[in-house]
């Protein structure tokens, strides 16, 4: 019995450490996880993308997606940004990118816009998530598709997933 005991612990203990070795970490130097946006990443500054970078991905990693939304607003999700088939050896996106990484494909936006749309809450303070997904594979989709079709084509292939949120409240 004490041997399946201590066997059971080394499965688990082992266990721990492939997902811990697999945890896909997305930063800003920017903003803390959970902290406020600045100004010029939102409607009220410049609009311009923030920087963003990550690490832990899986060595099998094939490409990357990156969708920010927000959960708070009013009409439901609000998507703001949405990026597919970033190569796999693409660590980090600079502040305002306007040169994406070749391949890289942006799908469109709620706004119906292929391209980066910031925070720009009506009222109250609203969260906007950037989530990183490791795909083990590219997306096989056009420019210009919306969130859902990104989502439906990556379902069987992610491989980590990585969580930055930010805040954002208008001054009145």
Not at 13 to 22: G, N, R
Not at 24 to 36: E, I
Not at 86 to 106: A, E, F, H, M
Not at 121 to 136: D, E, I, Q, W
Request: charged share 15%; with cysteine; aromatic share 12%.
């Amino acid at each position: 019995m004490k041997k399946i005991f201590c066997y059971t612990i080394f499965v688990m203990i082992l266990m721990l450490a492939c997902i811990k070795s697999f945890a896909l970490t997305l930063t800003s130097s920017a903003f803390v996880d959970g902290g406020m946006i600045p100004t010029q990443y939102t409607c009220d500054g410049k609009n311009i993308s923030p920087p963003l970078s990550w690490q832990g991905a899986p060595s099998n990693t094939q490409s990357y997606v990156l969708i920010m939304y927000d959960p708070d607003a009013v009409k439901g999700t609000w998507v703001h940004w949405v990026l597919f088939n970033i190569p796999s050896t693409t660590n980090s996106l600079p502040t305002d990118v306007q040169q994406l990484p070749k391949g890289t494909l942006v799908g469109d936006n709620s706004w119906d816009k292929e391209e980066y749309g910031g925070p720009c809450p009506p009222s109250g303070t609203h969260r906007y998530v950037f989530k990183l997904y490791a795909l083990n594979k590219p997306l096989f989709l056009k420019e210009g598709v919306n969130v859902s079709a990104v989502q439906a084509a990556m379902q069987q292939h992610i491989l980590a997933i990585g969580v930055l949120v930010g805040t954002y409240k208008r001054s009145e």
